[in-house]
Structure formats: C-alpha cells, structure tokens
C-alpha cells in the first residue's frame, strides 16, 4: 500500500520505517528541510535501539522516502497519517492541537482521489470529527475517511511494539476504510494482534484512558512502596503476589521516580481537560497527577535522611538522567526535579547518562556531565541510580568508589539488597 506520514517524530518516523519494513510504499514528510536532508542521509533526530539500521535497509530498498512536499505525497498515497505534536498547553491541562488542524487544513488542499486520513496522534476526544468537518469545507464526503487510530508504542522498545502489538485499535464506521486497514495490518494481526474495530471516538478515548490507567499502575505501587518503607517490607515482593493475579497483571508495577516522559504527564492531563469539559469528574486521574507530582519532593526527603540533613559540599553522582532506560528523553524527567534542588542545597553533582550530555543542566555551576561511570562515580559520597540501562546493573562499585563509606540510592531496585549488605555497601532502594 501507499503510505504518507505527516510529521517525523517518534511516532511517525518508527510507524513509518515499519509499515515500510512490511513491505509498504511509505512518504515521510516534514515541514523542516534540515530534518529531511538529514534523515535522507540517515542521521536520525531520536535516539531508539534498532531505529537507524531499519531506516537504512528500507531507503536503500527505496520503499521509504523523505520529503518535504506535502501535496506531492499526498497525492502519491491512499492512506495519510496525521502524527504530529499534541503538546500541552501553556499553564494549562487542554491539549495543542494547532499542528493536527493545520495539517487537516493542508491535507484538503491536496485531495483528487479517496484518501483514509488517519490520526495516529494522541488526541482528545472528537478531534476526528473536527478533522473531519475542516476537511469537509472543501472536498466531499465520498472522496476521504477520517479514522482514529492510535499507537501504543514505549520509547525503547518502539520497534517491536509496532511488530508485536497487543491489539490494534481502529476507530471507524466507514467499511470500506475498516477493510483497508484491517489489510494494511494483517501481517501483524497473523502474528497474533488482536484487531479492534471501534467508533472513532470510542478509539481516541482508548489511547488516553490505557495510559490513564498504566500511569494509575505506577502510581498506586509508589504509593504502596512509600508505606512498605514505612512497615519494613520488600515492594517487590509485594508486587509479584498481586501482579500474579491475571486480573491485575504484573507489568507496569516497578515502583521507582516519579514517572515521566512525552506522554503519561500529558495524557492524563489532557483526559482530566476532557473529562472537565464533559462536566464529568475522573476523580482518580486527579489523584494520580497529584501523587505523581510530588513524588520527586518524598525522594529529595530521603535524600535528606540518607545523608542525615547535610546536603551541602557532598558528592551526588546520578547514573541516568532521562525519564527512563534506552531512551534520550529528558522530557519530564524526575531528574529534572531533582537536580536543580540538590544543586541548591549545595551538593556537587556529577552524571554520567549513556545518551550523553543533557543541556538541561548546563545552566547549573556545580552540576558536571562525565562521559563514563568511573569518572561519574569515583569520588562519590552518593550514588543514585536515577535509571535502570543494563550498563549499571554489574558495576562493581566497591572497585570504583574511592570514599570508604559511600551510599548507595537505588531508585529503579536494579541491585539486591543482600548482595548490598554482604559487600558491606551502605544500601537504599525503594519501597524496601
Ligand atoms: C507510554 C506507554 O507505555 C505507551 O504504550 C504509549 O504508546 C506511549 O506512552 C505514548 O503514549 O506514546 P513511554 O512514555 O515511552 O510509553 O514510556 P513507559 O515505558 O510507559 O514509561 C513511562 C514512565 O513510567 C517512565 O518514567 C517509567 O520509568 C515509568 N515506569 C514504567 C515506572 O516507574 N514503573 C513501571 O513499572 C513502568
């Protein structure tokens, strides 16, 4: 089939090499030159495990191309994928939808034949149907279908996330769109994808309330984590025993930092926005915002206690600084919560982050970027592992660590705290 992506971020650039991996024609097309010339010489703008090999082999094999010209490929394709930003607001819990209306305003300047116009964009509840109505202002109905039809794709694993998906939801009551698609993605359906054919707003609500609903996971084991600190019990354990349960299911229940990154933050707010204007209240999502958000400050207070109150001149050394493992994303990262705080109260701090030097932390004097663990960790008083990349997970710190009586701050539980004790390691990790 012939594909167009509108926008090459996450979501578009990993669908797009997919689908093209699968043996479509896809266009990836983008507004910004430089990205294009770039991506056409395959230096990719994110960083994501197995990304740059499948764009190489997929140009090569020219199924995937990049461009600038909108109307071009448009008109070369059948099915159009909106996946452009959805950004919170300024102050604000609404959405930005500026960018999916203006590529709906452009997608209707460019219409001759019929076109299924997708939005794989995470967006709020009838945005298909504005989509729609400004498409409507200049073509007819019988020449295009807007369909909703979301990603479930984790940053670091986004490649076999689209190949292995769950299920795939399809938000449509236009047939003939349905029989395209359910085509379009039979290669993964045969693999064992579940395919889920939807009203179109039933498909918008979908990708908000499943990351609703992970971001409650996470959410309730931190909380649970803060009193098994309390009561002397391991949260691991505790999540095993009722992850066990298939009614409730083991993943997503790893307690650690507050959770971060492009979309849980975003997603709940906007669902929350949505809920508001509905005049309904999702009284839980609330909830877990405001957990969420101050679950940095509980950690900065045992930060406190660990170090018994005295902050200032002490080494802190951060093994990872993104908002997790195998990714370079910074975005609502809970170190950047943390960082600046301790900087304040006079720590020196080093990070050592495998995706390099962040310029989040440029503006502070005595927060220092080391371009290996070592150097990172050799003169630390404490050492948080902030991230769980397999890198830190063997490290034999007793070697590396200099000061005798270094600590140990285990945000993401990669170490065990017997092996800790039996190396005599001063330990802390979460819920535990
Ligand atoms: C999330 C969803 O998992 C994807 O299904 C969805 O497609 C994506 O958002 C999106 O809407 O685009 P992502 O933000 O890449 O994916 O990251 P996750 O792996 O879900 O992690 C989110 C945050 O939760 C991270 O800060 C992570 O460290 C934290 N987390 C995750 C935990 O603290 N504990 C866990 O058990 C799992």
Not at 43 to 67: C, D, Q, V
Not at 243 to 266: E, H, N, Q, V
Request: proline share 3%; glycine share 6%; net charge positive.
């Amino acid at each position: 089939m012939k594909l167009c992506m509108i926008g090459t971020g996450y979501v578009g650039l990993v669908s797009g090499v997919c689908f093209a991996e699968l043996g479509n024609d896809v266009i990836c097309v983008d507004k910004d030159v430089s990205k294009i010339n770039k991506l056409k010489k395959s230096i990719i703008p994110i960083y994501e495990p197995g990304l740059e090999e499948l764009i190489k082999k997929n140009y090569k094999a020219g199924r995937l191309k990049f461009s600038n010209n909108l109307p071009v490929s448009i008109d070369k394709s059948n099915i159009i994928f909106i996946c452009v930003g959805t950004p919170t607001k300024k102050n604000k819990y609404e959405a930005d939808l500026s960018q999916v209306y203006a590529a709906a305003k452009e997608i209707s300047k460019c219409i001759k034949s019929f076109k299924i116009i997708i939005n794989k964009s995470t967006v709020p509840v009838m945005t298909g149907d504005k989509v729609e109505q400004i498409i409507l202002k200049k073509i007819k109905k019988k020449l295009f279908s807007v369909v909703s039809n979301p990603e479930f794709l984790r940053e670091g694993e986004a490649i076999r996330d689209f190949i292995y998906p769950d299920r795939i939801v399809i938000g449509t009551s236009n047939k003939k769109s349905n029989k395209i698609l359910k085509n379009l993605y039979s290669p993964l359906i045969s693999k064992g994808a579940r395919y889920i054919n939807v009203s179109r707003r039933a498909a918008e609500l979908i990708k908000y309330a499943s990351n609703a609903f992970l971001a409650t996971k996470i959410t309730f084991i931190n909380e649970l984590a803060n009193l098994c600190e309390k009561l002397n019990i391991n949260v691991e354990d505790v999540s095993i025993g009722v992850g066990s349960d298939k009614r409730i299911g083991g993943r997503f229940l790893r307690a650690g930092p507050a959770y971060g990154g492009s979309c849980f933050p975003k997603d709940t707010r906007a669902l929350v926005d949505t809920a508001k204007k509905s005049k309904t209240s999702l009284s839980v999502i609330n909830t877990v915002i405001n957990s969420n958000d101050k679950r940095s400050g509980l950690l900065l207070n045992r930060i406190n206690y660990i170090l018994k109150n005295k902050i200032k001149n002490k080494n802190i050394t951060f093994l990872g600084v993104t908002f997790k493992a195998n990714t370079d994303d910074m975005r609502e990262s809970a170190s950047l919560k943390m960082i600046p705080y301790l900087n304040k109260k006079g720590a020196k701090i080093k990070y050592y982050d495998p995706t390099g030097k962040k310029t989040e932390f440029d503006k502070f004097k005595n927060v220092q970027f080391k371009n290996n663990i070592k150097d990172a960790c050799e003169m630390s008083d404490l050492i948080i592992i902030h991230t769980e990349w397999n890198e830190f997970k063997l490290i034999d710190l007793k070697k590396i660590v200099k000061k005798r009586n270094f600590i140990i701050y285990d945000m993401r539980n990669i170490y065990s705290t017997e092996k800790m004790e039996k190396q005599k390691i001063k330990y802390f990790g979460i819920g535990k």
